[in-house]
């Protein structure tokens, strides 16, 4: 695989809450333009991968390779700049913001205004702030909840709020999305709903991280899938290895996983 | 040498009343989350009240003894209550309004507090009666009396039995559920209000004790005097790590030494540029050091964000 | 809505406009009637409004709790006060020391926010409170062994605002209307409300207000979208610093004196209570907390002695302390009562209907 490939090296990662340990040398990478898929049982450590690689967490050892360079670990804001967006297993909007708001917020790291600019409001401040407008509407209509733009984030219904996460997401231009359980709580028209918006977005250029319990939505989804166990990495291939690897049935104990 | 013994000595005592205070702010910060501003003027209405008993009672043939004991038992008794009725009156309305409202209303109190006492008790300086014949014993050059053995004394003793009463008792236990969540305590019958006002009342009485013991320490009183005793209490709570009561005992001490240590030794540190009445600032300087490199406190858990 | 009712909606906006502008330029007319402490009180109510709009920056918009934001106010007082009196016998002209006063502000927020500014709010609040003593501290006792502050004397004959012969402190004429020196400052002043009014309402529609806002909702969130928090909340502290400072300067100018008693605490909580008390982030509640907050005294200053006459036959209570103690009741009602502030925006409304759910 070239590096020209190659996205995104996990390099032994590894992080403990006191005794625990939560992830143990993982190793893994993801190329340009796949849907790559983690699954695990709960507490497998696919969060705290998440919050490792985009710095909420720092992890004791192994470092991350994004883009071909290093990332620093414990900056959040850094992560994104990169170009790492990520959404939130437990939905985190703004409640008390308008939808538009919220992608509008996305935007901050790709646009420049201060505040100098914001009390002259001189002619570059508005036609940033006219440009901001217009993406986070376009945002909007690409995860097709437009009409929804006024309403507060906290008055959406449970799946607009997930794709307003996707759309202000999505505001920060990133390389990688990085998706936390996405599908959670969504009925299955829904959940059919947002397998076509991320086809799409993959579609479009950006390469997509998607952490799913719903291993059905996963094995359709994804190119390639690495399943963690109590930390661990068990196994790494595509969906159709994967799910006849005894190792996953197993710790799966024979849960549905065909 | 002479001068490091007195000085710690000193800390020592000082440092133990920290301590008794830093424990009634970190108690209530623990399981609210407020930083009960009020705190400091309960610690000196306890003084007053002290103050009161025993000069009332000082013509009256009691033991000298006896007198202090009632008048340490009365203000505990009224700072008890007060806490009780701060937390009722004040405080509990407001558990589920915005993070500032509270803080408001707890500055509201303390000033409503300070001049309900500078009424009542005037606004000069309260001279309090000496009720234990002074002893004062030599160490090595540097000198301690029998109050600030019984200071330290007491102060342990209040210790002691906090921790019991926390680690030991099912409303110790109710309290330690209480700040870890509030909810699954109250799921799990946990009554929050009864815990909550009991915050008030032990840490409260705490104070009262606190502040009897400034009131003898020093032997004078003032209506402004809970202010900056509260704050620095406060800035001991956040140096042990707030919420922790073993950190609260623990940045009481440790405040304590270092404000006498400072004070006995900044006119040589910076060639008598700087005198001993800038003692105040080393609290504050010291507590800005220490959160920036343990921004939790010396002794608090570090908690990370939850994703 | 028609057109026709949103141009009157319009016009309207304008017409209030205009009542505010007509009220706000009779006012030192109206107060001098009652003699001139009272164009002062009304010149406080306005450096108060002006201090709290700073401080509403800080609480308001970033959402961080700013106890010691006295001690900015008090770094461009003395600024003023050491660099245009004769107590170094220095005497600079006030374009040079008010920017002066809120850069020294501004470089003091910076270095006690950059390494606090990452803790919890509320370790912000003692660090800002103990930073606020600090400063009153060194107030207090820099007047040995070298004489800097003058100590608890404080400075005394500070120049006044002056642009070649025109003075700000004596009075004058124009066009026939003749300008006591108070009333000279009400102006400057007013304008600098409006100058801190209109930066708030600009702030609060752009993308860093926006950042801002973002941060108080979900500071986490706002991280994963790229904001730089600690650069962000930087910014609202050394703004409102800034604020602090050039106010502090205006008050040295005015008043003519300087000491650290101008400076406590209180003043800190004071400030801080204009802004929550009348609407955090709310830029009419704030100017209405802090004209309560600044008449509200004055006006038991006046009233109680002779109510207590009227009703008692004599002073009962020290007048001074039921003052305050009517201060302190009226903060610990307003939160029990309108724990969201006197008038607040509907945004703040919203965020407490959701805390109560």
Known sequence: MSAQQVLLEAHAVAKHFGGVKALHDVSLTIRRGEIYGLIGPNGAGKTTFFNCLTGLYKNESGHFVFDGARLAADAPHKAAEVGIARTFQNIRLFGNMTAIENVMVGRHLRTRAGVLGAITRNASTRAEEAAIARRAEELLHYVGIHERAHDYAKNLSYGDQRRLEIARALATEPKLLALDEPAAGMNGTETDALRVLVEGICRDGVTVLLIEHDVKLVMGLCGRVAVLDYGEKICEDVPAVVQRDPRVIEAYLGGSLA | MDTLIQQLINGVTLGAVYALVALGYTMVYGIIGLINFAHGEVVMIGTMVAFTVIVSLAGSGMPPLLVLALGLAVSTLVCMVLGWALERVAYRPLRHAPRLTPLITAIGMSIVLQNVAMIIWGRNYITFPPMINKQIYDLGGASFTNVQVSIVFLAALMMIGLIYLVHRTRIGMAMRATAQNPQVASLMGVDINRVIAMAFVIGSALGAIAGCMVGSYYEIAHYQMGFMLGLKAFTAAVLGGIGNLAGAMAGGLLLGIIEALGAGYIGDLTGDFLGSHYQDIFAFIVLIIVLMFRPSGLFGERTGDRA | ?357
């Open chain 3, 1 to 357: 809505m028609s057109t026709a009712i949103k141009s009157l909606a319009r016009h309207q906006h304008w017409l209030a406009l205009l009542v505010v502008g007509v009220v706000l330029l009779l006012v030192p007319f109206v107060a001098a009637l009652g003699g001139q402490a009272w164009v002062r009180i009304a010149n406080f109510a306005i450096l108060y409004v002006f201090l709290a709009l700073g401080l509403n920056i800080v609480v308001g918009y970033a959402g961080l709790l700013d106890l010691g934001y006295v001690a900015f106010y008090a770094v461009g007082a003395y600024t003023y006060a050491l660099l245009a009196s004769p107590h170094f016998a220095i005497h600079l002209p006030f374009w040079v020391i008010l920017p002066l006063g809120a850069g020294l502000a501004c470089v003091f927020g910076v270095l006690l926010g950059a390494p606090t500014l990452k803790l919890r709010g509320d370790y912000l609040a003692i660090v800002t409170l103990g930073f606020g003593e600090i400063i009153r501290i060194f107030m207090n006792n820099l007047n040995a062994p070298v004489n800097i502050t003058n100590g608890a004397q404080g400075i005394t004959l500070i120049d006044p605002i002056r642009i070649g012969g025109f003075s700000l402190s004596q009075s004058s004429t124009f066009l026939g209307v003749t300008l006591s020196g108070p009333q000279k400052y009400y102006f400057l002043l007013v304008g600098l409300a409006i100058l801190v009014i209109v930066i708030n309402i600009r702030l609060q529609d752009s993308r860093i207000g926006r950042a801002w806002q973002a941060i108080r909702e979900d500071e986490v969130a706002a991280k994963a979208c790229g904001i730089n928090t600690r650069n962000i909340k930087l910014l609202a502290f050394a703004m409102g610093a800034s604020f602090g400072g050039i106010a502090g300067g205006v008050f040295s100018a005015m008043q003519g004196f300087v000491s650290p008693e101008s400076f406590s605490l209180m003043e800190s909580i004071t400030i801080l209570a204009m802004v929550v008390l009348g609407g955090m982030g709310h830029i009419p509640g704030v100017i209405l907390g802090a004209v309560l907050l600044t008449g509200l005294p004055e006006a038991l200053r006046y009233g109680i002695e002779p109510l207590q006459k009227m009703v008692f036959g004599r002073l009962l209570i020290d007048p001074e302390s039921l003052r305050m103690l009517v201060f302190g009741l009226a903060l610990v009602l307003v939160m029990r009562f309108r724990p969201a502030g006197l008038w607040p925006s509907p945004q703040r409304r919203r965020e407490l209907s959701e805390s109560t759910d």
